[in-house]
């Protein structure tokens, strides 16, 4: 017997926690949307849910994923399927993953690559940023282009000079043209002419272990690309959102940035709040593990960071989830093992568990839970152009809706989570709060930390005009 999917939910008794306030509500649901938050004990619906003791937010947004993505020989190990899955599982609706389009290659073909592997995999909605590498033609034609087909942030980099780096002058005349149609400019802020002697010399001195990747890829060098990034945002008056800021010097910029009154934004992600440098110091293999860009810093930046999120500094918690499994890791970027530091393909995973440790420092008190809800759900969306379609629990969003429950405990091991990886950077962490259920637009997508079978049902998200958010 098929039982038809009810069209009308009411989730009562919840605490409804927004960016801004927390408030006992009820939550009632009519097919895709939300219809109207408030007391609604009266309420009709097909069926009810008591969500009494359980914090009742928005769906998450990670405007930061690799999914699916080649790299070297191989390719990120999540793609739009068990990636979107994981992301459910812990309280994420909707990703907005990273299209690129390589040299050579014009942007509207990069975008329909994305498009081919995220059609019919994906089970929460997506969108995408375009990550632009040359110029072939002018900025403004690309931007407007792009807009025109709901992607609305560019990712630049300052680094990866092989395959993705583009110039200063590149930077600026994409920010001039984003300025122009209201985009969002995303940079990777690491300056490439430090990080090429620090491993020219590491090399030279015969340092291949992977301690050796932290140490060519040093603080300054973010903090000196992002001067230069606010330089230029200043004189192009774009909006600036600077991705994985990693270290306390950066963030210190990123400060001076706004209080400027620049339009000038920064992520962090979990593996820079709770993962610290140390782990390179383990044996090589195990250390690979833990290679991303930027890399893990000392102990005293994650606490500046966590400062910084509390303050506004640092507006977005996005993820960078990027994995590779263990045997990737190893085999390097050429395959086959690789000799030293700069073969080892750089990422963590981390779609699936960044809601609940963010949610940690509630837990400690030392977050406002209406601040979790910001930096993960509301402000993303915002910034990104998805609100209030996303974000926001209020009539007329899409019924994205996570049912938190603050009492569930959950070790952050791999055999627990679904991202497609054997390995989890906090195999030693158990953390307290994990979503007991998640809906997007309506239909439940995870129970209890496990999937419900919804591939497919995710749907591209056109974007419109990015936000600025009000000076903190
Ligand atoms: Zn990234």
């Known amino acids: 017997m098929v039982v038809p999917e009810p069209q009308s939910l009411l989730i009562s008794g919840g605490e409804v926690v ?20 408030g007391a609604l004990g009266d309420a009709r619906a097909d069926a009810t849910i008591d969500a009494t003791g359980k914090l009742v937010i928005p769906g998450a947004v990670d405007v930061h994923t690799h999914l699916d993505m080649e790299v070297g020989v191989t390719r990120s190990s999540d793609d739009f399927t068990s990636g979107t899955v994981a992301a459910a599982c812990g309280g994420t609706t909707t990703v907005v993953d990273f299209a690129t389009a390589y ?17 019919d995999k994906a089970a929460i909605d997506y969108s995408f940023h375009m990550t632009i590498t040359e110029l072939a033609r002018p900025a403004d034609d690309l931007v407007a282009e792009m807009v025109e087909a709901g992607v609305t942030s560019f990712k630049l980099y300052m680094t990866y000079p092989e395959r993705l780096m583009v ?36 090399l030279a001195a015969g340092h291949t272990e992977p301690r050796w990747h932290a140490q060519s890829r040093p603080p300054q060098a973010e903090a000196d690309a992002v001067l230069r990034a606010m330089r230029l945002a ?29 339009d000038f934004y920064a992520e962090t992600c979990p593996q820079y709040l709770y993962l610290s440098a140390e782990r390179y110091e383990d044996v090589p293999a195990e250390a690979a593990r833990f290679v991303c860009a930027p890399p893990l810093r000392d102990p005293y930046h994650a606490e500046e960071l966590w400062e910084g999120l509390r303050r506004g500094h640092l507006q977005v918690v996005a993820t960078d989830h990027c994995p590779f499994t263990s045997a ?33 420092k509630v837990v400690d008190g030392d977050l406002q839970p209406t601040e979790w809800v910001d930096r993960c759900c509301t402000s993303p969306a915002k910034l990104f152009g998805l609100y209030p379609r996303k974000g926001e629990l209020v009539a007329g969003a899409d019924a994205d809706v996570v049912i938190f429950d603050p009492s569930a405990e ?28 998640v809906l997007s637009r309506g239909r439940i997508v995870a129970r209890d930390g496990e999937p419900v079978e919804a591939r497919g049902r995710g749907r591209f998200v056109p974007r419109g005009p990015s936000g600025r958010l009000a000076a903190s």
């Open 328 to 360: 990737d890791k190893s085999a390097g970027l050429a395959g086959g093992g690789w000799k030293d530091f700069t073969q080892i393909p750089g990422g963590v995973p981390g779609i699936e568990t960044r809601l609940a440790l963010i949610y940690q």
């Open 234 to 262: 200043e004189n192009s008056g774009a909006a600036c959102y600077v991705v994985h800021l990693s270290s306390a010097p950066a963030l210190e910029r990123v400060r001076v940035a706004r209080e400027r009154g620049l």
């Open 410 to 437: 959950r070790p952050l091991v791999a055999e627990r989570l679904h991202m497609n990886v054997d390995y989890s950077p906090y195999e030693d962490v158990t953390v307290r709060g994990w979503p007991s259920l």
């Open 103 to 119: 040299r050579g290659e014009s942007l509207a073909e990069g975008l329909a690559t994305w498009h081919g592997k995220a059609q």
């Open 167 to 202: 110039s200063d002058e590149v930077i600026a005349e994409v920010m001039t043209a984003a300025a122009k149609h209201d985009a969002l400019v995303c940079l990777h802020c690491e300056d490439d002419a430090t990080i090429a002697a620090r491993r020219a010399d590491a």
């Open 18 to 37: 927004s960016s801004t306030s927390v408030q006992r509500a009820d939550v009632l649901i009519r097919g895709e949307k939300i219809f109207s938050v």
